[in-house]
């Protein structure tokens, strides 16, 4: 499942695994010594890590806690230090708190099958659980050649996500496929998504090969096995690296804040003119926001979206809160 990372016809070595930017400004100003290197896959006690050109095992201290996607420092085959994160996947654990599940990636593939219902809210609390790790979201809705209204499920996701990149695709014709590689080009991206949406074999057509194992979908319900039982970073062959995930039963939104300001832009810059600095753009006097929904100038259907999310991410809030005093409890 590695050997893409591997290959000795890799001519750009480390730059192929994203060392660009500023990574050697990180690695100049880290204390410890030894190679650059990338963790590939993570397995318990060692780490698998690439340097580009080949793949080796490292072992780590306990005391650092490492997450596919990491650049780490190799010195004797041992990790000695870690560099600062770009961004963080994270997501609550069945253990209770947060987990880190990747690191340093620029792209969140959230993938929907259009084999079942699209729900509003998972809809954005997936795409803002991007925007708040620091990464771009990019919606995927799988499976079209399943169905015929593919223009307007299009059209409909679009008046909830603004202006974030919605691709349709389907593995079994091909649809869709070359733009997502043209959007991973240069960059590391990751899935995420329930069991059963399509992420497995999505990984598998971008690959060009048999990478991600594919398990039946329940007739019932149209979700599937958790095929995907670890996580590791694929080279993609025409450049840009893939991080394959889990189905993601539970998602926290670890950093609230920065999503919600991302993902409804349009209607928090509108909402800088209101009377109130804590509008919540329903009934208060001197809104903006609803003037200019009035006016015509700020779409309804998207001040839905908003109003919707909002209060899914409150009462989710609260229950989290409640969770973690009976825990203490």
Same mark, same amino acid.
């Given at each position: 499942?590695?050997g893409?990372?591997a290959?000795?016809a890799n001519p750009q070595?480390i730059v192929?695994l994203?060392w660009?930017?500023?990574w050697e400004q990180?690695?100049?100003?880290?204390?410890? /010594?030894?190679?650059?290197?990338?963790v590939?896959?993570?397995d #318990?006690v060692?780490v698998?890590?690439?340097?580009?050109?080949?793949?080796?095992?490292? @072992?780590f201290?306990r005391?650092?806690?490492l997450? $596919?996607?990491d650049?780490?420092?190799?010195?004797n085959?041992?990790?000695?230090g870690a560099?600062?994160?770009s961004?963080e996947? $994270?997501r609550e654990? @069945?253990?209770?708190? !947060?987990?880190?599940?990747a690191a *340093?990636v620029?792209?969140?593939?959230?993938?929907?099958g259009v084999?079942?219902?699209?729900?509003r809210?998972?809809?954005?609390?997936?795409?803002?659980?991007?925007w708040?790790?620091?990464?771009?979201p990019?919606?995927v809705?799988?499976?079209t050649?399943?169905?015929?209204d593919?223009?307007?499920?299009? /059209?409909r996701v679009?008046t909830w996500?603004g202006? $974030?990149?919605?691709? !349709?695709v389907?593995?079994? *014709?091909? /649809?869709?496929?070359e733009?997502?590689?043209e959007?991973?080009a240069?960059?590391?991206?990751?899935?995420?998504g329930?069991?059963?949406a399509g992420?497995s074999s999505l990984? *598998?057509?971008?690959m =060009?090969d048999?990478?991600a194992?594919?398990g039946d979908?329940?007739?019932?319900?149209?979700?599937?096995r958790?095929?995907?039982?670890h996580? =590791?970073l694929h080279?993609?062959?025409?450049g840009?690296?893939?991080?394959d995930n889990?189905?993601?039963?539970?998602?926290?939104?670890w950093?609230e804040? =920065?999503?919600?300001?991302q993902?409804?832009s349009?209607?928090?810059q509108?909402?800088t003119? +209101?009377?109130?600095?804590? +509008?919540?753009?329903?009934?208060?006097? #001197? +809104?903006?926001v609803?003037?200019?929904?009035?006016?015509?100038?700020?779409? @309804?259907h998207?001040?839905e979206?908003?109003t919707?999310?909002?209060? =899914?991410q409150?009462?989710?809030?609260?229950?989290?809160?409640?969770?973690q005093?009976? /825990?203490?409890?």
């Amino acid at each position: 499942m590695t050997g893409h990372l591997a290959s000795p016809a890799n001519p750009q070595g480390i730059v192929s695994l994203g060392w660009f930017g500023d990574w050697e400004q990180r690695r100049a100003a880290h204390e410890a /010594s030894g190679d650059p290197a990338r963790v590939v896959r993570h397995d #318990g006690v060692k780490v698998l890590v690439s340097d580009g050109v080949s793949l080796r095992h490292a @072992t780590f201290s306990r005391s650092l806690s490492l997450a $596919v996607g990491d650049w780490v420092l190799i010195e004797n085959e041992t990790v000695t230090g870690a560099l600062e994160r770009s961004s963080e996947l $994270v997501r609550e654990s @069945t253990e209770g708190g !947060p987990q880190v599940i990747a690191a *340093n990636v620029d792209l969140v593939l959230v993938v929907f099958g259009v084999d079942r219902p699209l729900r509003r809210a998972k809809v954005l609390r997936f795409a803002a659980f991007a925007w708040d790790i620091g990464a771009k979201p990019v919606v995927v809705l799988s499976k079209t050649d399943l169905r015929t209204d593919v223009d307007s499920l299009v /059209s409909r996701v679009r008046t909830w996500v603004g202006d $974030v990149d919605i691709v !349709p695709v389907s593995v079994t *014709n091909g /649809s869709g496929i070359e733009t997502i590689l043209e959007l991973l080009a240069g960059r590391t991206g990751t899935l995420i998504g329930e069991s059963g949406a399509g992420k497995s074999s999505l990984v *598998n057509a971008v690959m =060009e090969d048999e990478v991600a194992w594919i398990g039946d979908v329940r007739d019932r319900d149209a979700k599937g096995r958790h095929t995907t039982t670890h996580r =590791e970073l694929h080279l993609l062959p025409g450049g840009g690296m893939i991080i394959d995930n889990p189905g993601v039963r539970a998602l926290g939104l670890w950093a609230e804040g =920065e999503g919600v300001e991302q993902l409804f832009s349009d209607i928090e810059q509108v909402g800088t003119s +209101c009377r109130f600095r804590d +509008c919540a753009h329903r009934e208060e006097p #001197g +809104c903006a926001v609803r003037a200019a929904i009035e006016a015509g100038d700020l779409d @309804t259907h998207r001040w839905e979206s908003y109003t919707r999310f909002i209060d =899914e991410q409150e009462g989710a809030s609260r229950r989290a809160v409640l969770k973690q005093r009976r /825990s203490r409890s």
